[in-house]
């Protein structure tokens, strides 16, 4: 299926993970694809991996998507790359756990300014070739941790936040043609969570054995999980859906 021939996709923090997953699948379906990622050298060498249909290209540009300046300049290189935008999906994230008492203020700020500042400002450089174009689809990475997550109060709160910020783009950016969406990943196995597994001090695999065990269809989830949801929210598959958040997390959240 190719859905997106001709279309050019931008992923945040696409080196890696859920990111690269979701490049991947862009790519495999017909876009060309712009790799945004902080290391510019990771970022190319994803793009260069990426199994391109013919006639589409590949971008890496490094890029800050919590400085003004940085977004700015990624998002001109990629229209004068390639000369439209069509899907903007804003993944780029990390996490800084701790519980309230422990955490640093710092930590509040970086955390708030990669998920929430970061989706704010790749959006708003996007959004005004999209509107040119009469045409686009923003997705943005929610988390199940939206609904309450102890030890991640600057997480919990930037991936509640996505939900607010994605309606409301949803409400201003309909009329011109652009729909907003969110997927909520519950537990994906990449760096992220292996990193929180080493934190709590419990082998990577093991961790995951005992989320899949607490998840209802007994596993946990993949990158490829989330690029398949991206790419039905920014394909014209849903074209009547926009301002949702799609919860993909294996039943996690069903209780
Ligand atoms: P990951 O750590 O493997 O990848 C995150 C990528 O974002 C990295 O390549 C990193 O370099 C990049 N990045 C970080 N800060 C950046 C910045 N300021 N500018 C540009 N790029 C930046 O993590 P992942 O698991 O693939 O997570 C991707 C997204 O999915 C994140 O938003 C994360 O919060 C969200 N998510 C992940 C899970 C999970 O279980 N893995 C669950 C829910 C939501």
Do not use: C
Not at 121 to 146: D, F
Not at 209 to 221: C, D, Q, S
Request: glycine residues 12%; proline residues 3%.
């Amino acid at each position: 299926m190719d859905r997106f021939t001709g279309r050019v996709a931008v992923i945040t923090g696409g080196a890696r993970g859920i990111g690269r997953a979701t490049a991947e699948r862009f790519a495999r379906e017909g876009a060309s694809v712009a790799v945004v990622d902080l290391d510019e050298a990771s970022a190319a060498r994803t793009a260069a991996e990426l199994p391109l249909t013919e006639g589409a290209g590949a971008l890496g540009v490094g890029a800050d998507v919590s400085r003004a300046d940085s977004v700015e300049a990624a998002v001109a290189r990629v229209h004068e790359r390639f000369g439209r935008l069509d899907v903007l999906m804003n993944n780029a994230g990390l996490i800084r756990d701790n519980l309230l008492f422990k955490m640093p203020e710092s930590d509040w700020d970086l955390v708030m300014g990669v998920h929430l500042k970061g989706a704010f400002l790749m959006s708003k450089a996007a959004q005004r070739h999209m509107v040119e174009q009469g045409s686009g689809a923003i997705v943005n990475v929610s988390s199940t941790s939206a609904l309450g997550s102890r030890g991640q109060a600057n997480y919990s709160a930037a991936k509640a936040g996505i939900q607010g910020f994605t309606r409301t783009l949803a409400a201003e950016l309909g009329p011109k043609g652009i729909r907003v969406n969110a997927v909520a990943p519950g537990f994906i196995a990449t760096e992220m969570t292996d990193a929180t597994a080493r934190r709590l001090g419990v082998e990577p695999e093991e961790f995951r054995r005992l989320n899949a065990e607490a998840t209802p269809v007994r596993r946990v989830g993949r990158p490829e999980d989330i690029a398949s949801a991206t790419a039905y929210l920014a394909s014209d598959d849903a074209g009547f859906i926009t301002g949702q958040v799609l919860y993909v997390d294996g039943g996690a959240t069903v209780g």
